[in-house]
Structures are given as structure tokens and as C-alpha cells.
């Protein structure tokens, strides 16, 4: 019966919130506790969760002015007395026998399990209408009988959902790592990703979809996201930089260059036009720096979207733009 902390970062979600807690609160699986951190909301999520955790003993709010979902992460991982820690976001929500599941097959294979990873779906308001998102696929990873992995086992490790929400972490393999989120920048959770994949020695993978991603909010970071979509290059620079200091940068060199132009390229169109411009040479600047790493041309050419890149380095932002815009839709 191991005991579960359920970090949920809250800002600005009352209209979804509800649904949320409820989710968590009706577990068939008992042993949780549940960390709200109230990321400073100005709508009534302050008042939701005060209310809530008057008929919920297994319920602590943690009060903070609005510092970002980094520092709301972090400050949960330390008032976590879990033996394993789980990440949803205030306005999503997860199967009730999400924690069951979990529990189930920890004592079935009578081991630890530093990462346990799910599927999910995909929730849209308008239509209301749920589709499964297959945010990782096991053709990727090479089959076990066991289902225990570890990163080498993932032949495209940088694809599919780096958000550590469809994840449930051993406590301790965090601690003993010192991993948090980056704080203060955004797209934190692709460097948290790598920095828990790498080290796990034991990952679970459940193909069931046992969380709901709710799609078009505004408030959501990814509908939210202005001039610091530049972030994207300093976490690329954070994520190189610890790929080389765990000796795996030549291994996965060529899978985190794809990583790269496939990830600068989804978030230009994401950047407000005002920015679009300026972020298209700096994508631009920072992709022709690769041609210094000595790639092999035949290597390159069957690495997926590699007309892409291809393309960011002869056109400009306009015509890149007019060219693909249709792809992405």
C-alpha cells in the first residue's frame, strides 16, 4: 500500500478545477495525499480548494503569489512525504482507478519501479468530444516480457509526451537525483523528462489511457505562450549540455537534432507574429551550428521531417511559413 503524492499546480483553473479534485478525491485507491499549490489564481480557485480540503483530510494547500508551474512543482516535491509523486494539472483529470492500476502492478512484479508511464487522451470543449492520443507508442521501445525498461530501450527516445503528467515518480529515485524543474523558463518539463529517463533503471509502461489532457484552454501554457517561447533554446541548450555529461550525446546525437528542428519548427508556429520573425533566425541560427557536428549526410536523410530542416536554412520566415502552414493545421 504504498502511499501516493498527488502535486496539482493550480492557477486560474475554477471553471475545470472541480472535475480535477474529483478525479483525485474518488480514487479507488485510498493512500494519497494531495498537494494543491495555489499558484497566486485571481479567479476562485483559492476559494475551491479551501472548500474541498474542509471535507478532505488528505488535502494541503500551499499558498504562493504567481511564481509559474515550476516552482509550484518543486515546492510540492518537498512537502511530498510520498513514497511516489504524481503530477496533474489543474484543469485535467485521470481515471479513478488510475492509483489502483498503479498499485496493482507494483505488488505483481514485487519490485520498485522508478518511473510508471500511461497513455492519455485528448479532451476538446467544442465539440466536447474525447480522442486517445497515443502520446507514446511502444513500437518504439523494444519488447519485453517483463515491460521493465530503461531509456536505451526506446529506439526514438524524443518523441511522443515529455510531460511528467501521464508519469508517476519513486519519491526517493527523485531526491537521490536532485531533480526538479528548471525554474523560470518554460517547456521546463522536455529537460525534466531527460533528466528522470536517463538515470531510471526501472520504467512500467501501461499502454491504457488513464489521463485527459483538456485541450484549448487559454489559460494552458501552450495557448499562453508569448515572447518566452525563446525559452525553447535555452532548455535545447540545457537538455545538450546534460546528454553530454551522462556520456550519451553520441548515441543520441542524431535522434536529439531531429528533437530540435522538429520542435523549433511546431513552435514557430506557435509564436505570435510579432515575434515570428526574430524566432525564425534564431531557430535558423542555431540549426546551421549542427552542420559543425560532423553529421553523416545518409545518416541525416532518413531522419523523419528532414526536409524541414532542410528548408529553415534556405527560406525565410515568410516563405517557410506559406510552405508549411497547411501541414500544421
Known amino acids: ?44 480557485s483559492g476559494k475551491i480548494l479551501e472548500q474541498y480540503a474542509k471535507k478532505e483530510p488528505r488535502m ?19 512537502a511530498a512525504t510520498g513514497d511516489y509523486i504524481s503530477f496533474i494539472d489543474g484543469d485535467d483529470w485521470v481515471s479513478i482507478c488510475l492509483y489502483q492500476k498503479f498499485a496493482k ?15 492519455a487522451c485528448d479532451y476538446y470543449e467544442n465539440p466536447q468530444k474525447l480522442y486517445l492520443s497515443k502520446i507514446f507508442n511502444l513500437k518504439n521501445w523494444k519488447q519485453k516480457q517483463d515491460q521493465i525498461y530503461i531509456f536505451d530501450d526506446c529506439m526514438n527516445p524524443f518523441t511522443g509526451n515529455m510531460s511528467p503528467c501521464n508519469k508517476i515518480y519513486k519519491t526517493r529515485f527523485l531526491k537521490e537525483n536532485k531533480i526538479k524543474f528548471t525554474e523560470g523558463l518554460i517547456f521546463e518539463d522536455q529537460l525534466f523528462f531527460l533528466q528522470t529517463f536517463i538515470p531510471a533503471k526501472a520504467i512500467f509502461i501501461n499502454n491504457d489511457a488513464l489521463y485527459m489532457y483538456r485541450k484549448q484552454n487559454s489559460s494552458s501554457t501552450m495557448n499562453s505562450i508569448n515572447k518566452n517561447v525563446f525559452d525553447i533554446f535555452k532548455i535545447i541548450n540545457k537538455m545538450e549540455s546534460y546528454l553530454k555529461k551522462t556520456d550519451n550525446y553520441e548515441e543520441y546525437k542524431y535522434a536529439f537534432f ?10 514557430f508556429f506557435k509564436t505570435p507574429l510579432i515575434h515570428r520573425a526574430r524566432f525564425y533566425d534564431e531557430m535558423k541560427a542555431r540549426l546551421m551550428l549542427c552542420e559543425q557536428e560532423n553529421f553523416e549526410l545518409d545518416i541525416c536523410e532518413r531522419l523523419v521531417n528532414y526536409d524541414i530542416y532542410q528548408d529553415i536554412l534556405k527560406l525565410n520566415w515568410f516563405d517557410f511559413y506559406q510552405k508549411y502552414k497547411n501541414r500544421r493545421k
Open 1 to 44: 500500500m504504498p502511499k501516493i503524492s498527488v502535486i496539482i499546480p493550480v492557477y486560474n483553473c475554477a471553471k475545470y478545477l472541480p472535475m480535477c479534485l474529483d478525479s483525485i478525491i474518488y480514487q479507488t485507491y485510498e493512500n494519497l495525499e494531495i498537494i494543491c499549490i495555489n499558484d497566486g489564481s485571481k479567479d476562485n
Open 60 to 78: 494541503k494547500i500551499i499558498t504562493q503569489h504567481n511564481q509559474g508551474q515550476s516552482i509550484a512543482r518543486n515546492k510540492g516535491i518537498e
Open 105 to 119: 502492478k507494483l505488488k505483481e512484479i514485487e519490485q520498485d519501479i522508478d518511473i510508471y508511464m500511461f497513455n
Open 258 to 267: 531531429q528533437h530540435k528542428y522538429i520542435q523549433y519548427s511546431f513552435l
